[in-house]
Nanobody, 123 residues
């Protein structure tokens, strides 16, 4: 499954962004999905996850209450709504698709990844 992220921008702290993840030529319906991010000089960290049909959503503590993950199966797109952005949210954001399951918060739960979209938040 090819995943393509979009929506990353250069924004000021406190502003909002919505990232999108699409699978051109394929369907995201069968998959649990997630967002990960990689800050400069750091390893990947998990941000949020959503079950196949959107019935369960999970968030890292650092984004709980500010970010919202959603999945539009008919539209074949997953979103990450990011509100009240902070400078430490600056990172490359990657979407992922796979079984998820009990490993929804790690890369073990996913088989497919996009190329990433850059989010830069300045103060």
């Amino acid at each position: 499954v090819e995943l393509v992220e979009s929506g990353g921008q250069f924004v000021q702290a406190g502003e909002s962004l919505r990232l999108s993840c699409r699978a051109p030529g394929d369907t995201i319906r069968p998959y649990g999905m997630a967002w990960f991010r990689q800050r400069p000089g750091e390893d990947w960290t998990w941000v949020a996850a959503i079950a196949r049909h959107g019935e369960h959503k999970y968030y890292a503590d650092s984004v709980e209450g500010r970010f919202t993950i959603s999945k539009d199966n008919p539209g074949n797109v997953m979103y990450l709504q990011m509100d009240n952005l902070r400078s430490d949210d600056t990172a490359v954001y990657y979407c992922a698709a796979g079984v998820g399951g009990n490993y929804y918060y790690t890369r073990l739960g996913y088989d497919y990844y996009g190329q990433g979209t850059q989010v830069t938040v300045y103060s």
